[in-house]
């Protein structure tokens, strides 16, 4: 993947919604309760480890070529315990991850009331997350890890799912099972609470090549903006979800994230969160309704534009900053790498030392704001090679037709 490709990869993590999630509702299907069995003893406790219970498994899923089994560890993350819904391969994959070896990996403020937010009722929105003191962009306002991992299949009944569910979250630890069950649900159903939970809060994950959910309480009381001022992305290695702010957000304002591709069209983010999460949403650039794509258009185009490189090229560097402001404009701020890319390469273009290194320094941050762990480190060793000396970068001067009158100061009146 090339450095340019790396800046146009909007990679949306949004939380999973029933349309395109694992949990899909069957309504015919109603749940029997069932007595679980949770008891164990110290001896076989420790044949098991590093989990804490015997694994409860499905039968074997051909399409899986595997059983499905409930695994926790309830002293994961000093004691908040994690479960996880998985192959058995997945489950042994993941006990040679960092935080099952070294405890001393995961910091001791993750999952810690960190004093950057608080939670409150919010009418019409059920609860949401707060700005306890001033915040800049990149500062972490939550980290945390998941609570529950399910490996994202379609083939149990809900009912089935729902027993395994029940196991995986009753043998987490007593305040951590609170908190999951303290989270919205979608449909109120509470024949299938366990899936009804995870459909509202839950995040999706690469686990070893495999698609899961994941579920984190705290992160999940961030409600939605399609102009959020925090952004969140999930550390594999650590099982570490980050959120962080994208611009200065002062206190008491509420911290949002986008559950959906902020640069969708109106029309298509009231589909998905209608259709995902039941709601319609009302925030400053959907109450433009259908006009607010104006902004969306032009921004293709001067993307498009800026993307031009024949010797027919329009492209300018007056286009380039048109482009920023326009991201800054829509509240597009955690997506800024692509503009800012575009930016770094214009000015090179034009033989602008000053104005690429400026722009390759925004790039790097912006792209490592809104993939962290998942930026490609080559793709940034290729940006910070740029930025050391422009005039090396395949882009130096390649437009030059391009004028650099634009460049010079302009006379004051």
């Known amino acids: 993947m090339s450095a340019v490709w790396t800046c146009f990869m909007f990679i949306i993590a949004s939380t999973i919604g029933v349309e395109d999630s694992l949990y899909q509702i069957d309504f015919q299907q109603l749940f029997q309760s069932v007595e679980l069995n949770l008891n164990t003893d110290a001896d076989e406790t420790s044949r098991y480890a590093p989990w804490s219970f015997k694994p409860v498994c499905t039968q074997t899923l051909p399409s899986v070529g595997s059983e499905l089994c409930v695994y926790t560890n309830a002293t994961f993350a000093n004691g908040r315990g994690i479960s996880i819904f998985t192959t058995t391969q997945i489950a042994e994959q993941t006990t040679t991850l960092p935080p099952f070896n070294d405890r001393d990996v995961l910091s001791p403020l993750l999952n810690t009331d960190s004093g950057a937010w608080y939670t409150q009722p919010i009418s019409n929105k059920g609860i949401g997350m707060f700005a306890k003191r001033p915040?800049?962009?990149?500062?972490?306002?939550?980290?945390?890890?998941p609570v529950l991992v399910a490996y994202s299949e379609n083939l149990l009944s809900p009912a089935e799912r729902e027993r395994y569910l029940q196991v995986a979250i009753h043998q987490l630890p007593a305040s951590t099972r609170e908190a999951y069950l303290n989270l919205t649900t979608v449909h109120g159903n509470p024949e299938i609470l366990m899936q009804d939970i995870a459909a509202a809060n839950?995040?999706?994950i690469q686990l070893h090549g495999q698609k899961h959910l994941a579920a984190f309480p705290e992160p999940s009381r961030i409600n939605h903006d399609c102009a959020p001022n925090a952004q969140f992305h999930i550390d594999t290695a650590t099982l570490t979800h980050y959120v962080r702010a994208v611009r200065p957000i002062p206190p008491d304002e509420e911290i949002s994230i986008a559950y959906t591709n902020p640069l969708d069209t109106y029309a298509q983010r009231q589909r998905y969160l209608r259709q995902s999460f039941g709601f319609e949403c009302t925030c400053r650039r959907c109450r433009r309704g259908g006009s607010g794509d104006d902004a969306l258009d032009e921004l293709n185009a001067l993307q498009a534009s800026l993307g031009d490189w024949t010797a027919e090229?329009?492209?300018s560097v007056a286009q380039a900053e048109r482009l920023i402001k326009l991201y800054q404009d829509q509240g597009l701020d955690g997506y800024l790498d692509p503009a800012y890319c575009h930016a770094a390469l214009m000015y090179s273009s034009v033989g602008s030392v000053k104005g690429a290194r400026k722009y390759v320094d925004l790039a790097v941050d912006a792209i490592e704001l809104r993939l962290g762990s998942y930026a490609d480190q080559d793709d940034l060793g290729v940006w910070k090679e740029m930025r050391r000396d422009p005039s090396k970068h395949w882009s130096w001067k390649a437009r030059k037709k391009q004028?650099?009158?634009?460049?010079?100061?302009?006379?004051?009146l």
């Open 135 to 145: 915040l800049r962009r990149g500062d972490v306002i939550v980290a945390t890890t």
């Open 202 to 204: 839950t995040f999706a």
């Open 313 to 315: 090229s329009k492209a």
């Open 403 to 412: 004028s650099r009158a634009e460049l010079k100061p302009k006379p004051k």
